[in-house]
């Protein structure tokens, strides 16, 4: 749609490593660009990971991408398992509740929840 946003893009540093981990939790599909691209759509946001020594940390000043979860205990075990690492883990806030996660390369990425 015209002037709204459409595409995101992550740094990843092991793109193999980056579409096992999102295929595993969130069950995503990929479409390869040569070796150094690969694609994701049909997740609330087409985007993309490119090859890079970089990571997305909201820190550092980059954009925080959070999902969401109608299971967020369920979603962060299935994080855990599939090799991400919690950095902050479920608390509370006004109008529900979030965790933040980095994926193995590095992406930090939250879920939250209006589920209390």
Known sequence: MHEKINYVE???NN???TKQFFQQVFGWK??????????????????GFYQADLSSVAKEGSALIVFYS???ET???KIIQAGGIITQDIFT??????FHFTEPCGNELAVWSDLL
Not at 30 to 44: H, I, L, V, W
Not at 93 to 98: A, N, Q, S, T, W
């Open 75 to 77: 979603t962060r075990q």
């Open 10 to 12: 992550f740094p990843s």
């Open 93 to 98: 806030f006004p109008g529900g509740r979030r």
């Open 30 to 47: 990929f479409e390869d660009f040569g070796e150094q691209y690969t694609a994701f759509s049909n997740q609330g946001l087409d985007g």
């Open 70 to 72: 109608n299971a967020l």
């Open 15 to 17: 793109l193999t490593a």
